[in-house]
């Protein structure tokens, strides 16, 4: 008989037992099928209702205690032990479970919330935000749950407390960098300091203008135009002076059916029904990503120089993104929102065949190759090739022209401050051992 015919088999005397009131039958079977599938949760879940019914939460603390001292590696069972012991009001001994099923399955956005929680009602309010913080990292919709019709109570409550502290927190957090840079600089910058991170902002606020919705960065007294037109500028002029220089290099060093990796990964959030998710419909070849050169920027040495001349967004002096982003022939990038609305969008239409386009807000533009077209990408905006070619364009992102430099400055400061924090994240040091 096949491992899944047998577990199916005891599966059904489990319930079988259970149903009779056999309580501790049905708990050895189950013990069995954990056995041959450690992570079988239709039997841990049912075996945690056998304890329970035996003698309620000590008595399935115990029951859970045996189980994970028999399989120590066992993510799920110190997971549900944390929760009974949790469920009696020993929070310092739970985080000591919790933080187990963290260390043995580090990818389980529960496990971290679970943790998290303990932490918080042990008072040990830094340590559970950046748990809850890296719970969100694996499941953003992990604070969103207490949103969520049918999700039970007691998970609602975990959610919002998350979703709160880190609100709180990151909102703390930004106030802070920025009295920090006007303390080190002597320069106020009150616009920087009411910018609005909207997905963790800790209060509600509108969008000055509908079809502008930055979904991380928000300063709400820029001016908010859908494009802008810079060809006044010496750098736009100087770059575009470089065009003949940067299309030769890209067309000798760029392979448009074989380089790059679809612009949005398997793993990407992407509005739900998107189709270029994965696939090379939508292909990139980044030169500058995260604010780190790539490998790929050797390749281009014209180019990189040219856009070093350039006034592009940076953190710690290294431009945030720039890459060749390659349309497929009969492509459409549906309507979305960009990151932010303290930088401008730039394109550099290296090859584009006829039937091209692009909508910002409610203006559509045709690209000119050589000609740079400035947009602020958190207006809704799409594109099309709808020709049988493929579309080139070299993309990255310059200040809004609004911002004086203190400000840009202020902003990097922030962006950097929060970056650092983000990737200082750890479980407390003694969970660790």
């Not at 030769?248 to 998710?277: C, F, H, N, R, T």
């Not at 000119?368 to 020709?387: I, Q, R, T």
Request: a negative charge; proline letters at 6%; one cysteine or more.
């Amino acid at each position: 008989m096949s491992s899944k015919k047998t577990i199916t088999k005891k599966m059904a005397q489990a319930n079988e037992f259970i149903e009779k009131s056999q309580f501790e039958e049905g708990g050895a079977v189950l013990k069995d099928i954990l056995k041959l599938e450690p992570d079988n949760r239709d039997a841990v879940n049912l075996l945690v209702l056998v304890a329970l019914a035996q003698g309620g939460f000590p008595e399935a603390e115990k029951v859970m205690a045996s189980f994970v001292k028999a399989d120590p590696t066992h993510h799920q069972g110190h997971n549900v032990l944390g929760t009974f012991v949790a469920q009696q009001q020993r929070f310092p001994d739970a985080i000591k479970h919790f933080a187990k099923a963290v260390l043995l399955k580090p990818d389980d956005a529960k496990y971290y919330l679970d943790l998290g929680t303990a932490l918080y009602m042990c008072d040990r309010i830094d340590d559970a935000v950046e748990v809850f913080s890296m719970a969100a990292s694996h499941d953003e919709t992990i604070r969103h749950l207490f949103n969520i019709e049918g999700v039970p109570d007691e998970l609602q409550e975990r959610s919002k407390l998350a979703d709160i502290s880190i609100r709180k927190k990151m909102s703390e957090m930004h106030l802070e960098s920025v009295a920090a840079f006007e303390k080190e600089t002597g320069v106020g910058v009150p616009r920087i300091k009411r910018s609005i991170w909207p997905k963790t902002h800790h209060t509600p606020f509108n969008y000055g203008n509908p079809q502008q919705q930055p979904t991380v960065f928000y300063v709400p007294e820029l001016r908010d135009e859908p494009d802008f037109d810079l060809s006044s500028l010496k750098w736009v002029k100087d770059l575009e002076a470089a065009y003949p220089d940067i299309r030769e290099e890209v067309m000798s060093q760029l392979d448009m059916e074989k380089d790059g990796e679809p612009y949005l990964g398997d793993s990407s959030i992407a509005p739900a029904g998107w189709s270029l998710k994965g696939n090379r419909d939508w292909t990139s070849l980044h030169l500058f990503q995260n604010a780190s050169v790539t490998p790929f920027a050797k390749r281009f040495p014209k180019t990189v120089e040219a856009l070093r001349k350039t006034p592009i967004s940076t953190v710690d002096g290294e431009p945030i993104e720039v890459f060749f982003s390659i349309l497929r022939p009969h492509t459409h990038i549906p309507p979305h929102f960009g990151v932010a609305n303290n930088r401008l969008t730039v394109h550099m239409p290296i090859v584009i065949p006829e039937k091209c386009k692009i909508r910002v807000g409610d203006k559509q533009h045709a690209w000119e190759e050589g000609k740079l077209y400035c947009f602020d990408d958190s207006f809704e905006h799409e594109a099309w090739n709808d020709s049988d070619e493929n579309r080139l364009v070299l993309i990255f992102e310059t200040w809004h022209p609004d911002l004086a430099d203190d400000e840009c400055t202020a902003i990097e400061r922030v962006f950097a401050d929060r970056d650092a924090w983000l990737k200082g994240r750890n479980l407390p040091a003694d969970l660790l051992g």
